[in-house]
């Protein structure tokens, strides 16, 4: 079946630092990737759509400037928490939807990455 | 817009019992529905869905949904519960079927006794 793998799972970085996730849909391209954040005990939040060779779309109230996502292939895409601070600590998972395929049905989720700023 | 209400945010159920993790929702159009599953520090894992057709939708791990347009519910259930399917469990939603529309509920965490 599809798999999504997420890079790193755990990463811990001094406050003022930029950290990258990286989002792979190891057996499928996918054309468009979710970003999510989840804080502790509460449901995901749609951050951004990724959206490969284009920019991304990015939910309101969701920095831009702050999480930076690139999307430079078929099945890579990067989140990036530009000058993280304490209250950028989160769950942050991905989700890969295969190239010409909409539903979300066939939504793919990584296995997330736990974010600590100190 | 569309919602998904969890109305518990725990539940508790001995080893061997029936369980049931509740969900409502609200949208517009045809509703697609989906429940996943979701263990410590790992992301959702599907379990099932519901798009059409049989009311009673049966999915991974022995669990099944209710589709009730009635009460526009999507119940989740399994006959006999297992200590292991103690997890997070997520309700979501989807106005036909988007992915980037797909709204989840607050989660309910599932504890089975032994």
């Known amino acids: 079946g599809a798999v999504v793998s997420q890079h790193p799972s755990r990463v811990i970085c001094k406050s003022g630092t930029s950290v990258k996730i990286e989002c792979r849909s190891l057996?499928?391209?996918?054309?468009?990737m979710f970003w999510y954040r989840q804080f502790p005990k509460q449901s995901l939040m749609l951050m951004a759509t990724?959206?490969?060779?284009?920019?991304?779309?990015?939910e309101q109230g969701v920095e831009k400037d702050k999480f930076l996502i690139n999307h430079a292939s078929l099945t890579l895409s990067t989140l990036t928490v530009t000058s993280a601070h304490p209250e950028d600590s989160s769950f942050y998972i991905c989700?890969?939807?295969?190239?010409?395929?909409?539903?979300?049905?066939?939504?793919?989720f990584g296995a997330g990455s736990r974010l600590t700023v100190l | 817009a569309q919602s998904v209400a969890q109305p518990e945010d725990q539940v508790n159920v001995a080893e061997g019992n029936p369980l049931t993790v509740k969900c409502t929702y609200s949208?517009?159009?045809?509703?697609?529905l989906f429940w996943y599953v979701q263990y410590p520090n790992r992301g959702l894992q599907f379990l099932l869905k519901?798009?059409?057709?049989?009311?009673l939708v049966k999915g991974s791990y022995g669990f099944e949904a209710e589709f009730n347009k009635s009460q526009t519910s999507f119940h989740l259930k399994k006959p006999s519960a297992l200590v292991s399917d103690s997890a997070l469990y997520f309700c979501a939603v989807s106005p036909g079927g988007s992915a980037r529309q797909l709204t989840f509920g607050s989660g309910t965490q599932l504890t089975v006794l032994p």
């Open positions: 057996d499928f391209q996918a054309t468009t």
């Open positions: 519901y798009i059409t057709g049989d009311n």
């Open positions: 989700s890969a939807l295969p190239s010409g395929l909409s539903g979300a049905n066939v939504l793919t």
């Open positions: 949208v517009s159009g045809n509703p697609y």
């Open positions: 990724s959206n490969e060779g284009s920019k991304a779309t990015y």
